[in-house]
């Protein structure tokens, strides 16, 4: 997918993009022409409230367990049951799901995500 060049309407020279979301910060290099407008990802825009399931695992490595209790704020021995039996450690919206489908898939957590999530 190529990405949107942004032209100045101005000088009509490419425009240097930074985006922090939601705001798009365009400026021009030649003429200095800057706009500002906002730019929003369907993730964004998700109101859907997603869960994060535990696969079980009859034995979970140690980092897993010290992983599971900083995320849930669980002891480590509740953090272990919950890697050995399976069960919820999320209820979020798409945005915080994603960053934490992230964090689990470095620490090679197995998991699922209730309704299907697209991102």
Request: proline fraction near 6%; aromatic fraction near 8%.
């Amino acid at each position: 997918m190529e990405e949107n060049k942004y032209i100045c309407p101005e000088c009509g020279s490419e425009m240097m993009a930074v985006y922090e979301k939601p705001a798009l910060n365009l400026t021009c290099p030649k003429c200095g022409c800057k706009i500002a407008t906002t730019k929003w990802e369907d993730i964004d825009l998700d109101d859907t409230t997603y869960k994060i399931f535990l696969k079980p695992n009859r034995s979970p490595g140690t980092e897993s367990i010290k992983f599971i209790s900083k995320i849930t704020g669980l002891n480590y021995i509740n953090s272990r049951k919950l890697l050995e039996n399976g069960g919820l450690i999320s209820e979020e919206k798409a945005v915080e799901i994603k960053k934490q489908k992230i964090d689990l898939d470095l620490n090679n957590i197995k998991y699922t995500i209730e309704p299907m999530f697209p991102y």
